[in-house]
Structure formats: structure tokens, C-alpha cells
């Protein structure tokens, strides 16, 4: 297996602050940066592969839509009970995908995965019994976001998943700040100091657009999802299960 290093990509000042990037530096970091930054990732990624041995049907595809290194891929590669069965893996990071491809080589598991470098925005999805999305749309611009749920919707199969996870947004304005201040201290408890988490912030609110939980459940049901609801959230930190 690839080896990391710990996430200390903003622990010394910067001249400026550049916008946030799945580049190599990201890369050799990445599980680090999860684990300490974002709550409850690790359950999320477990329940995907709940989720998979539960919709997952024999003869159909899954689409893993901003892979990264694979952590859903893998999830629902370990826990699918369904024959005939391909993984669709696209992230839009040559950097990602070769990592990507050198975890999965070092996984002896079935199904078969197949690696796609491209825009989620490009593909079209086909006989899919589920999608994820795991904190990937909130890096799409926001006028495509309904085309690529729509995409995904015509992909699926009746009955087909997609999991939806985002950082969010709240309207009422206390429990925002609440709730943001309640992820920092999260992140200081791993270990951030107040320096990285402030440079990387300003980094990420260059490319990344949480939107709220009421605006990612209308938009699932505009794309044509007929049951849209919250299955987790710690902080602002949510993921959406819609059932087609």
C-alpha cells in the first residue's frame, strides 16, 4: 500500500494563500486530512458499504463520482453480495487517480473497478444500482450541480441510491456559527493549529460552495428522486440518501 504523511500543508504562514487543490501535496497527505478534518467520515464510509450490499443488484453498475483514493470504492467493493457487478470510479485528479490505482491494485477484492480521469459534469451514467457523490458536489459550480444529479438520475436503475454527503450550510445564522466553531474545535482536538485552520479555510472558500440541507433536498427532488432524506450529520457535516 501507498504510504502518507501527515496533513501539515498550512502550518507554516504563507505569502498568500492559493486556492485549494486535489494536487500531489494533497495527495501524499489525504487520509491524514480527512481523519482530522472532517466528523464522521469514517461512518459514513462504512454505512456506504451498508448501503451497497443492501441496493446493489446483480448485472448493474455503481459509480464512485470524485473518487479521491477510493475509500467509497473500496467500501462497496468489500461489502457487494451481487454478481456481474462493475465499479465506475471518476475523479478529475490525475494525481488522485494514479494513487487511486495503486490502492487498488494492493485490494485482491471483487468487483471489477474501472478508473476514469474526467469531469463527473462528462460522464453518463448507465444501468447504475447506486451512485455517490462523498463531498464532491460542493466543488461543482453551482449551475451545474441539478445537471449532474439529473445525469445520475437517468442512470440509475428504479430502486437505484445515491449518497450524497456535503459540508453544509445553515440559514438560521447563530447555529452556523455554531456549528462552524464547533468543527474547528474538532480540528484543534486533532491537532490544527489556529494558523492551519485559518489558511486552509481561506483556501477551500475559493473552490468549495456549501449550499443548505433544504436546498440539496429540493434539488435531489427537482432531478427526479422520489424519497430524499438525512441519514447523518455531525456539525456541518451531512449526507443525504435519495432513492429513486
Known amino acids: 500500500m501507498p504510504e502518507y504523511r501527515s496533513d501539515r500543508l498550512y502550518a507554516d504562514p504563507l505569502a498568500g494563500v492559493s486556492r485549494f487543490a486535489f494536487d500531489q501535496a494533497v495527495v501524499d497527505v489525504f487520509p491524514d486530512m480527512i481523519k482530522r478534518s472532517v466528523p464522521g467520515y469514517a461512518t459514513i464510509i462504512n454505512m456506504i458499504g451498508d448501503l451497497a450490499e443492501r441496493y446493489v443488484l446483480s448485472g448493474s453498475r455503481c459509480y464512485d463520482l470524485g473518487c479521491s483514493l477510493g475509500a467509497a470504492t473500496l467500501a462497496m467493493r468489500h461489502r457487494i453480495r451481487a454478481t456481474d457487478v462493475k465499479i465506475v470510479a471518476v475523479d478529475n485528479s490525475p494525481a488522485m487517480i494514479e494513487r487511486c490505482q495503486q490502492v487498488l491494485a494492493a485490494d485482491p477484492a471483487e468487483p471489477e473497478v474501472e478508473l476514469i480521469c474526467a469531469d463527473i459534469q462528462s460522464l453518463q451514467p448507465t444501468n447504475g444500482s447506486m451512485a455517490v457523490l462523498n463531498f464532491t458536489l460542493q ?17 440509475l436503475n ?5 449518497i450524497l454527503s456535503e459540508k453544509v450550510v445553515f440559514e438560521d445564522q447563530v447555529h452556523n456559527d455554531l456549528m462552524i466553531e464547533l468543527h474547528h474545535n474538532f480540528k484543534r482536538a486533532n491537532g490544527y493549529s489556529e494558523l492551519e485552520i485559518a489558511q486552509k479555510r481561506s483556501a477551500l472558500e475559493q473552490v468549495l460552495l456549501p449550499e443548505s440541507l433544504a436546498t ?16 447523518f450529520q455531525c456539525f456541518n457535516f451531512a449526507s443525504l440518501i435519495a432513492i429513486k
Open 139 to 155: 466543488f461543482v459550480p453551482l449551475d451545474q450541480r441539478l445537471v449532474v444529479l439529473e445525469q445520475i438520475y437517468q442512470g
Open 158 to 162: 428504479p430502486g437505484g441510491v445515491l
Open 216 to 231: 440539496h433536498r429540493d434539488r435531489l427532488r427537482a432531478a427526479g428522486f422520489s424519497s430524499v432524506d438525512v441519514w
